[in-house]
Structure formats: C-alpha cells, structure tokens
C-alpha cells in the first residue's frame, strides 16, 4: 500500500503541470455549469443545499466531471509507464472519443452497486468494489459494451479485500487536502455570506483529489492486469 501511494504521489508530482492542465478546465466548466443552472452562484449561505441540488451536483460529478478526469489520466498514466510523451490536448481528444463507453459502464457499475446496497448493503458493497476499473479497462484495454465489467470483476477476483483496503486508503488520503480546504473557505462563505465561495471549494477539492484517485486506481489496475497475466504464462 504504502509503495503505490508512494508511486501515485510521484506520478502525480512529475506530471502535475499537465494535470492541471487537463483536469482543471473540466473541474470548472462542469462546476460552474451545474452551479450557474442551481442558482448557487449568486445565492446566499444555506445551512444545507436542497436535497434537489446535491442530487444534481452528484450526478454531474460522477457522471461527467469524474469519468472525463479518470479518462484522460488513466490513458497518461498507460503512455508515462510506458515512457511515451502526450499532449493535453491528446489527452482530452482521447477522453472525449471514448466517453460514451465510459459514460456506459459507470452508469452500469453505480445502478447496480446502488440496487445491491439498497437491497442487502453487501452485494452493493462487493459489486462497487468489483468493478470499480471501468474506466481503465475501457482505457487501457479498449473493451467495449459490458465488457469493462467482466475484465475489472476478473482482476479484482482473489485480491477483493486487497482492492478494498487500497481503495478506502486512497479515498482518505484524498480527503485530507479536501477537509483542509473546506475548514479553510467556509468561514469565508459565511462571512461573506455568499454560496459562490462553497462552490470555489468544492471545485478546488475535486481539482486536488480526483486527479490523485485517478492517478492510484490505474496505478493499481495495471498491477492486477500485470499480476493476471504473469499467473496465466504460468
């Protein structure tokens, strides 16, 4: 664990730059877009957002601004290991033609991870965890359909509590730098007494943790796609 969040950190550092490049753009034209359609910009402090408004803004997140960042920095993360050399614009092209099929299987994955947790929790549970690679296997693998599925309930099969510890691992990781903003900027919005700067912190949260988790998920599904086929040359 503590190896791939060395490798995810350093990756990153490296390679922050065209990050940025790429990841911020996305963070806020789907922020800015939600937010201007909610009303949030010009609203005042609410001690809590309409149900409504945290359906819409976590629908555009993980439908959307999540799938596009996992995109690009997946196919990144395939060309740095490889030792290649891509642009940002390469990499939003990239993203933007395979969209559809990973707009696909997320709907997929979070339909029926949502039916299992409703219905027994743990089938929910299992099955997010299962076919949390979607995206890179639509990526790095170019599988299309339900294919994605399959490939990412095969590599995870026989290291699923490995995939889970590494997963929640990252997440808290992640959440750190996000908590850190959000404590910094929420005196100022109260003050301020305007839900723009509510929406500066979220944004800025997802330009600093999404890259990061997108950066480790890959990392590790090529670990399980390397792990794979070595014990199948066995």
Wanted: no cysteine.
């Amino acid at each position: 664990m503590g190896e791939l969040l060395r490798a995810a950190f350093e990756l990153y550092r490296r390679n922050v730059r065209l990050v940025l490049m790429v990841t911020v753009p996305i963070v806020i034209v789907v922020t800015g877009l939600t937010a201007l359609g909610l009303g949030e910009l010009g609203a005042r402090v609410k001690p809590a957002p309409p149900l409504r408004d945290a359906y819409v803004d976590f629908g555009t997140s993980q439908l959307v601004m999540a799938p596009l960042i996992g995109a690009m920095l997946a196919r990144l993360v395939l060309l740095r290991q490889r030792g290649e050399m891509v642009s940002a614009t390469d990499l939003v092209a990239d993203a933007l033609e395979v969209f559809p099929a990973v707009l696909l299987v997320i709907v997929v994955w979070l339909a029926v991870s949502f039916l299992g947790f409703v219905s027994l929790i743990v089938p929910g549970v299992y099955i997010f965890v299962s076919w949390y690679f979607v995206v890179q296997a639509v990526v790095i693998d170019g599988d299309r359909g339900f294919a994605p599925v399959t490939r990412s309930a095969r590599l995870v099969r026989g290291h699923w509590w490995q995939s889970a510890i590494m997963g929640v691992a990252f997440q808290l990781v992640a959440l750190a730098p996000q908590a850190v903003i959000v404590y910094a900027l929420t005196p100022v919005a109260r003050s301020a007494n305007s839900y723009a700067v509510v929406v500066l912190a979220a944004a800025l949260a997802n330009v600093v943790a999404l890259p990061f988790l997108a950066v480790g998920a890959t990392l590790y599904y090529l670990r399980l796609r390397d792990g794979a086929a070595s014990a199948a040359r066995v």
